[in-house]
């Protein structure tokens, strides 16, 4: 693995390890010793392997398992739009690295090829004192998909003897995260990142479910998120701001209740 051109003329660094139990939680080991980035960490194999709200990422070689620390930002409450910002990179990447195929952003943190799961990001935030970290985590079915899902999952291999390989998708992920970065500004360019977001959403404007925390589950049109990265959906009651939750697709969409 290595960085991109572009990354590593920014100053970026890079720990490429065989193994770990999760690139997040080393990347949050790090930062306890006074790491601040930006550090990319990445590993062939994770035994721990993670998503969003502790599931479990099943990480077999072949596929792609970052982290990157960053801390060049002035507020906390600015971190969670680094989820939308590495979603645009992530389009970036794919577009330039694997060319066919349908890609999607799916709201908050999904990646999606022909609408079946491709990967997610994982942010996490660690207080480092006066300064904030975050910890972007993005996770990519490169070589393999996972199986027995309730939802539909495909890696970038089921393109064919041209698929890309996980090295060449990270460092143009390096590079396109970096220009990405750019144009958020520290908080500045978010509505720019936002707009762009929007271009590659999944069902936007379309008749969505939503899982909320516990087992309610609402349907709407989703209108577009907010400046705050809200989804805004349009529900038979009136508008609804939704701050967190799962947009289902496959069956478990198809099986959802209301």
Known sequence: MQLGLIARAQGARLLSLAETDSTNDEARRLIETGERGPLWIVAARQTKGRGRLGREWISPEGNLYASFVFSDFPETRLAPQLGFVTGVAAMRALGASAGQGSFKLKWPNDMLFDSAKLGGILLEGVSGGATPVAIIGIGMNIAHA??????????????????????????????????????????EGFDAIREEWLRSAHGLGERIRVALAGSETIEGVFETIDATGRLMLLTDQGRRAIDAGDVLVGPRAAGAGA
């Not at 939802?151 to 460092?171: K, M």
């Open 146 to 187: 996972p199986e027995d899902l309730p939802y539909p999952a495909r890696a970038l291999s089921d393109l064919g003897a041209g698929a890309p390989t996980a090295a060449s998708v990270f460092a143009r992920l390096t590079d396109s995260l970096c220009a990405a970065l750019d144009v958020w500004r520290r908080g």
